[in-house]
């Protein structure tokens, strides 16, 4: 099937991390070696299957609010950095992207055990629990493909810096764009490039059968 975002096909196999000291994960894994996203759960309500099809469905369980302490902590920039960052992509999809899968819903998974080797020198990630995933039937699949280290260069930049390239940033990762280059703060407060890097991923709504 063709891709929502890029136009390529979707590759006929994926590669999961499968993270087993999840129990919900591991009981899945064991019991039906099927995974599926948030929406195709959520799609049995008729309501929200309707709110998917057209692209009205919502997944931010918090909106921004308004807090008096004018000076932020490096503490508070930490705790709240990382639902930030979601917030602004899922906003970003929401206005310009609306039937593209939501970070919150979809399944990760990537295309080649040579991606999956690159994450894992990367990150540490355990390649012993990669396995091969292959598409179930599902009418409402969608899947588009995205650089994951844009998310990976954002978590550095949103703890140094005000952020005024967001449109940028989340318009090139919803675009597939590969590489982006951000100017921020250096360790000595001189303004520095930072080259994100490319590791392709897929957000797939819809439901992965074990190989």
């Given at each position: 099937?063709?891709?929502?975002?890029?136009?390529?096909?979707?590759?006929?196999?994926?590669?999961?991390?499968?993270?087993?000291?999840?129990?919900?994960?591991?009981?899945?894994?064991?019991?039906?070696?099927?995974?599926?996203?948030?929406?195709?759960?959520?799609?049995?309500?008729?309501?929200?299957?309707?709110?998917?099809?057209?692209?009205t469905?919502?997944?931010?369980?918090?909106?921004?609010?308004?807090?008096?302490?004018?000076?932020?902590?490096?503490?508070?920039?930490?705790?709240?950095?990382?639902?930030?960052?979601?917030?602004?992509?899922?906003?970003?999809?929401?206005?310009?992207?609306?039937?593209?899968?939501?970070?919150?819903?979809a399944?990760?998974?990537?295309?080649?055990?040579?991606?999956?080797?690159?994450?894992?020198?990367?990150?540490?990630?355990?390649?012993?629990?990669?396995?091969?995933?292959?598409?179930?039937?599902?009418?409402?699949?969608?899947?588009?493909k995205?650089?994951?280290?844009h998310?990976?260069?954002?978590?550095?930049?949103?703890?140094?810096?005000?952020?005024?390239?967001?449109?940028?940033?989340?318009?090139?990762?919803?675009?597939?764009?590969?590489?982006?280059?951000?100017?921020?703060?250096?360790?000595?407060?001189?303004?520095?490039?930072?080259?994100?890097?490319?590791?392709?991923?897929?957000?797939?709504e819809?439901?992965?059968?074990?190989?």
């Open positions: 099937m063709k891709l929502i975002n890029i136009d390529e096909d979707a590759p006929d196999t994926f590669y999961i991390f499968v993270n087993q000291l999840n129990p919900i994960t591991e009981h899945n894994f064991k019991h039906t070696k099927t995974f599926s996203s948030g929406a195709v759960a959520s799609c049995m309500n008729e309501d929200f299957a309707r709110k998917f099809v057209d692209g469905a919502r997944y931010l369980p918090y909106e921004p609010c308004e807090f008096d302490n004018l000076a932020v902590s490096p503490y508070c920039l930490t705790a709240i950095n990382d639902y930030r960052i979601e917030y602004d992509a899922e906003v970003y999809r929401e206005k310009h992207h609306p039937l593209y899968p939501s970070r919150l819903s399944l990760y998974a990537f295309g080649s055990m040579e991606m999956c080797q690159l994450v894992s020198q990367r990150y540490g990630w355990q390649l012993d629990s990669v396995h091969k995933f292959r598409l179930k039937d599902w009418p409402l699949t969608r899947i588009a995205v650089n994951m280290e998310v990976s260069l954002a978590r550095h930049a949103y703890k140094v810096s005000m952020m005024q390239d967001i449109d940028r940033l989340w318009g090139g990762y919803w675009s597939g764009f590969d590489e982006i280059i951000l100017e921020l703060p250096s360790h000595d407060f001189t303004r520095k490039q930072y080259s994100s890097g490319v590791i392709w991923e897929y957000l797939i819809g439901v992965v059968e074990c190989c």
